[in-house]
């Protein structure tokens, strides 16, 4: 993909010249995860900023994106720093339309990635971070067979590691067909500590010396 040039970027990382470390959160908001679960999805969402922005240089260098999927697949917040992030409060309703949700991050990813290379900023390898309790339903036929594909096409180029985490009630077998890496088990409904994870292994990423370049190669 060309990069594309835009004058709001060009200011951005002019004034942020740090590499980029790109996390898309991708979650699940349909109605079964409604009451405790959205409650305690937001709480972690809020933990995961919190632990991030105290760290100096991974509050300028992880990006993160939130994507829901629920009564729609909606781009909750697009790449932004953590500094600038302002972590949403989510609802839930809605079915489950999980392969659209994974395309619509892979493309967000791609896009994001074509700004780093129009400005020449390196970056280190995304991460997309599905957290669902259920499993596809309620989307065009044939998005999750495409989703699979682009998915297992990018972890083998090395463009995207994608994580699946399943909340109590998730379908795990046909989690384990989608991700490459088998899913993980949430304990209950413990997002505070998942994402205080999430948070500890994006800042190990951003203390890294060694991000992608920024154009060449599959990426």
């Excluded at 309620?138 to 399943?166: M, S």
Aim: proline share 7%; charged share 25%; hydrophobic share 45%.
């Amino acid at each position: 993909m060309a990069g594309i040039f835009r004058f709001e970027d060009a200011i951005e990382f002019a004034e942020n010249p740090e590499p980029r470390c790109p996390c898309v959160l991708l979650l699940d908001t349909s109605k079964s995860m409604r009451g405790e679960a959205i409650q305690q999805l937001n709480q972690g969402l809020q933990v995961f900023h919190d632990n991030l922005v105290r760290d100096a240089l991974a509050a300028r260098r992880v990006e993160v994106a939130v994507i829901s999927f629920g009564k729609d697949v909606r781009v909750v917040h697009d790449f932004m720093s953590v500094d600038a992030f302002t972590p949403p409060i989510l609802e839930a309703g809605g079915l489950t339309p999980m392969g659209t949700g994974i395309l619509k991050a892979l493309d967000l990813l791609e896009a994001r990635k074509a700004a780093y290379k129009a400005h020449g900023v390196p970056y280190y390898r995304p991460w997309v971070f599905m957290i669902t309790d259920g499993k596809p339903k309620g989307e065009p036929e044939g998005a999750i067979e495409e989703a699979v594909r682009r998915l297992r096409e990018d972890e083998t180029q090395k463009r995207v590691v994608f994580f699946a985490v399943a909340v109590k009630g998730a379908y795990i077998d046909k989690l384990r067909e989608i991700a490459i890496r088998p899913p993980v088990s949430l304990d209950g409904l413990n997002f505070v500590e998942l994402f205080v994870w999430l948070s500890r292994s994006t800042q190990q990423i951003a203390h890294s010396q060694v991000p992608l370049p920024p154009a060449g190669g599959p990426f």
